[in-house]
Structures are given as C-alpha cells and as structure tokens.
C-alpha cells in the first residue's frame, strides 16, 4: 500500500513563496513516477479542489487557472517525492494541501478527487494579507 506524506507548509505573508513537497513510499519496486500525482486544497467551508498535477511517464502538467504562472509542479523519479513551487502567495490560497496519486493517466488532466485513490494527511497553508 502506498503511503504519501506532504511536508513544507507554514505561515507566509501575502506575496511570498513556500514549496510543498511529498513523498510517497511503498512496497518492493515501488515508483511514485508510476502514478498521477496532483495537488489538491481545502479551504474552510469549501470543496477540494484540484490545484496542480503531474502525469506519469513523460511528465505533462496541469494548473487550476488561479496557479498559472504562479505554481510549478515537478517530480523527482529518484526521491520519489513531488513538489509544488508556490510564487506570489495570496491570501486565497490559504488551505490544507493535500497530494494525491491515481494510477490512471489521464486523470493528470483537469484531476478530480473521485479519480484518486491514495492522499497524504494535508499541510496547512496560510496566507497573510
């Protein structure tokens, strides 16, 4: 069973940058590149929505309009760990982030949390204005 845990989280002013990571473990021959990684955020009151994601194999990306030009996602096959490089942090971007995995290819795009079947427990972020 696979096993992700999401490091990197805190507080950061309004403007700032915070890079998330996570990291997942499993069984013998285990590879995280296997699998559809995204990023997905919860916000108090609100829905989890689908942030950022990263296909398996080659590597296709895809953001949430408001992570545009601001959020990057990338992966490292030898760590086995994902990050999410947060730039120009906004106070609507306070959440608890979760990373998730979906061994279906095709659910890099436009990823929805239905489409994936392991989490890791979340990271607070928090944006102040």
């Known amino acids: 069973q696979m096993r992700l845990v999401e490091s990197g989280g805190g507080l950061v002013q309004a403007g700032g940058s915070l890079t998330l990571s996570c990291t997942g473990s499993?069984?013998?021959?285990?590879?995280?590149?296997?699998?559809?990684v995204a990023w997905f955020r919860q916000a108090p009151g609100k829905g989890r929505e689908g942030v950022s994601s990263i296909s398996d194999g080659d590597g296709k990306t895809w953001y949430e309009d408001s992570a545009k030009g601001r959020f990057t996602i990338s992966r490292d096959k030898s760590k086995n760990t994902v990050y999410l490089k947060m730039n120009d942090l906004k106070p609507e971007d306070t959440a608890i982030y979760y990373c998730?995995?979906?061994?279906?290819?095709?659910?890099?795009?436009?990823?929805?949390?239905?489409?994936?079947?392991?989490w890791g427990q979340g990271t607070q972020v928090t944006v102040s204005s």
């Open positions: 998730a995995a979906s061994y279906y290819s095709g659910s890099y795009y436009y990823p929805t949390a239905n489409q994936f079947s392991d």
């Open positions: 499993g069984g013998s021959g285990f590879s995280l590149g296997d699998w559809v």
